[in-house]
T-cell receptor, first 112, second 113 residues
């Protein structure tokens, strides 16, 4: 079946360092969404990317969608303790009724 | 505006017992979903309902049944609970099937002994 691979599984950074998580699909995605889950919480939608090569920014967060629409990344500049949580990408494939295929997530911890 | 409400928040069952997880949304969304989340596994889709009156299997439907009671409510039933079903269960809803963000409830933490 369709799978979205996400790396790394864990990332520990010092506050102020940058952080990047990567997602990859073996087949072309229609869209990709990103979610954040705080410890003990539920996933919260961050953004959706639709176009090939698309780049979107939200303050210190930069999201990219690859030219082939098979990979995506989330980069956080100068991490803060409020960035702690697990970041999930979720791919949508054409003809799938728009169901999300979640990556396994990257758990970010930030040391003050 | 409560969004997506799940009950109960916590539950402990014995193997073989049955129970129903409840989910209701007040956003007039058409589509609703049930996921399970296990450590290191991300979220896996159990069942979904693209619109009122329809339900379909997701990636991991075995051992579960669902009912889309009306547009607001989508329940998940475990007929004979097994320890492998120990997990955190999330309900989510979305306005339209394709390309819209999903809104999640707070989850039900279920332990089966």
């Amino acid at each position: 079946g369709q799978q979205v691979m996400q790396i790394p599984q864990y990332q520990h950074v010092q506050e102020g360092e940058d952080f990047t998580t990567y997602c990859n699909s073996s087949t072309t995605l229609s869209n990709i969404q990103w979610y954040k889950q705080r410890p003990g919480g539920h996933p919260v939608f961050l953004i959706q990317l639709v176009k090939s090569g698309e780049v979107k920014k939200q303050k210190r967060l930069t999201f990219q969608f690859g030219e082939a629409k098979k990979n995506s990344s989330l980069h956080i500049t100068a991490t803060q303790t409020t960035d702690v949580g697990t970041y999930f990408c979720a791919g949508i494939y054409g003809g799938s009724q728009g169901n999300l295929i979640f990556g396994k997530g990257t758990k970010l911890s930030v040391k003050p | 505006n409560a969004g997506v409400t799940q009950t109960p928040k916590f539950q402990v069952l014995k193997t073989g017992q049955s129970m129903t997880l409840q989910c209701a949304q007040d956003m007039n969304h058409n589509s609703m979903y049930w996921y399970r989340q296990d450590p290191g596994m991300g979220l896996r889709l159990i069942y979904y309902s693209a619109s009122e009156g329809t339900t379909d299997k997701g990636e991991v439907p075995n051992g579960y049944n669902v009912s889309r009671l009306n547009k607001r409510e989508f329940s998940l039933r475990l007929e004979s609970a097994a320890p492998s079903q120990t997990s955190v269960y999330f309900c989510a809803s979305r306005k339209d099937p394709f390309g819209q963000p999903q809104h999640f409830g707070d989850g039900t933490r279920l332990s089966i002994l």
